[in-house]
């Protein structure tokens, strides 16, 4: 779902939208790391944290954002890339589903649209959190439509609007969910599986 976000929110870009899978692959590769590496960097995969400061600072934004939204991060290397100077990188950190309760607050408060747009995509937020988004910033009821756990109140609002783009992505995660793309934990919250990266 990142993916498609992401997609999404560089939709308006003249250059084409985001990409940070391919683009982020390439320039490791390109500056001459081992295959092995970039595979844990693209797939999400766990860093040692002398990676994850090294990664930090390369200058390729699609790289940062990939380690920022990478869930194997720890609070505090989260709390490096929520600081970054760069709104995409820190609309990583917005979808890393290992944010704390305080982080959550602080991209929330991000001056960025792109970031508490992102945020409002994060499957790990509750309803509680997802809805305060949704009073505080109303960064647009899309974004909820790409969340398996979007508020039953949001929802109602996403099926009474003139919205069709978020209505079809409301239908798209409603799909999803029972395809098995999405699965529900034992507090109900639907997640997406990772494919044995830890």
């Known amino acids: 779902m990142a993916t498609i976000a992401v997609s999404l929110l560089a939709g308006c ?3 084409g939208p985001a990409y940070p899978e391919r683009d982020g692959r390439k320039y490791l590769e390109n500056h001459g790391s081992r295959s092995s590496f970039v595979d844990r960097v693209v797939g999400g995969e766990k860093l040692d944290h002398s990676e994850v ?15 920022a939204r990478n869930p194997n991060l720890t609070c505090e290397e989260i709390g490096i890339f929520i600081h970054d100077k760069n709104d ?5 950190a917005a979808c890393n589903t290992s944010v704390s309760l305080g982080q959550i607050d602080i991209l929330t408060g991000d001056s960025s649209h792109t970031v508490y747009c992102q945020l409002a995509g994060n499957t790990s937020l509750s309803e509680e959190a997802l809805l305060s ?3 505080k910033r109303n960064p647009g009821i899309l974004w909820f439509a790409l969340n398996p756990n979007c508020p039953d109140a949001i929802r109602q609002e996403i099926v009474n609007s003139h919205d069709d783009l978020a209505k079809h992505w409301l239908l798209v995660m409603d799909g999803w969910k029972r395809e098995g793309v999405y699965r529900q934990n034992d507090k109900g919250r639907w997640y997406k599986p990772l494919t044995g990266r830890q």
Request: charged share 25%; net charge positive.
């Open 133 to 135: 988004i949704h009073k």
């Open 13 to 15: 870009n003249i250059a």
């Open 88 to 92: 995409f990188v820190r609309s990583g």
């Open 53 to 67: 400061l090294e990664l930090s600072k390369c200058p390729s934004t699609d790289v940062r954002y990939l380690v």
